[in-house]
């Protein structure tokens, strides 16, 4: 069992969005560097372009085809490490990305009992509503969502060509979700470590 003390908080930075020209990593590689400035924690992104999960599920006391197990052992154990998660999303028709729901869907315990924030990025709504959802399906995942998010609205007009936000006020809202991240992240760590959670 990890030392509820061991070090800084590992967070997985997960991208959802798969598309072709998506402008998810832009925004992922500016909330990691955030992340990578904290003594307290330390950030892995993980790209679903780059480690493509299966999109059909065995049956029931079925195997996993070799191919499957492959692609999740590329991603489950990555998420199984981590203390936190930051995801990463855009808004796709008052919701959020197939392919997230689908690395959703393939993990449970990877879930339990950690804290989740939320970065998201749109137009006039920037994302939030994709967050709202994804709320909803990580509470039944046992994860524990945080209250404060960052949220770009019209991302197109608001990042430099330095792929950083031109709006000082986006500094701000990451330092404060990363806060409660990291508190949550310490608190839920120390409670796995003194009773391991039950589902």
């Known amino acids: 069992m990890a030392d509820p003390n061991g070090g800084p908080l590992r967070t ?7 598309r072709d020209g998506r402008f998810g990593p832009v925004v992922a ?5 955030h ?29 996993l085809a070799d191919e499957a197990a492959a692609q999740l052992e590329a991603v ?6 981590a203390d936190a998660f930051v995801i990463v999303t855009p808004e796709y028709n008052h919701s ?9 869907d393939w ?14 990025y749109g137009g006039l709504s920037g994302g939030l509503r994709a967050v709202e959802q994804l709320r909803v399906v990580l509470a039944e995942l046992h994860a524990v969502t945080i209250r404060n998010t960052v949220s770009f609205h019209n991302y197109g007009e608001v990042f430099g060509a330095d792929g ?10 990451a330092k404060a979700m990363l806060d409660q ?9 120390a409670a796995r470590h003194t009773r391991p959670y039950s589902a």
């Open 12 to 18: 997985a930075v997960i991208i959802g969005s798969t």
């Open 29 to 33: 590689e500016w909330i990691a560097g």
């Open 35 to 63: 992340i990578t400035e904290r003594a307290d924690l330390t950030a892995e992104v993980i790209d679903l372009v780059e480690t493509p999960l299966p999109t059909v599920f065995p049956a029931f006391g079925q195997a």
């Open 76 to 81: 489950s154990p990555r998420l199984a490490r």
């Open 96 to 104: 959020f990305p197939a392919p997230l729901k689908n690395a959703i």
């Open 107 to 120: 993990h449970n315990e990877q879930w339990h009992a950690k804290p989740v924030g939320f970065v998201s």
């Open 164 to 173: 950083k936000p031109t709006d000082p006020g986006s500094e701000a809202a």
């Open 181 to 189: 991240l990291t508190w949550w992240a310490h608190a839920l760590r």
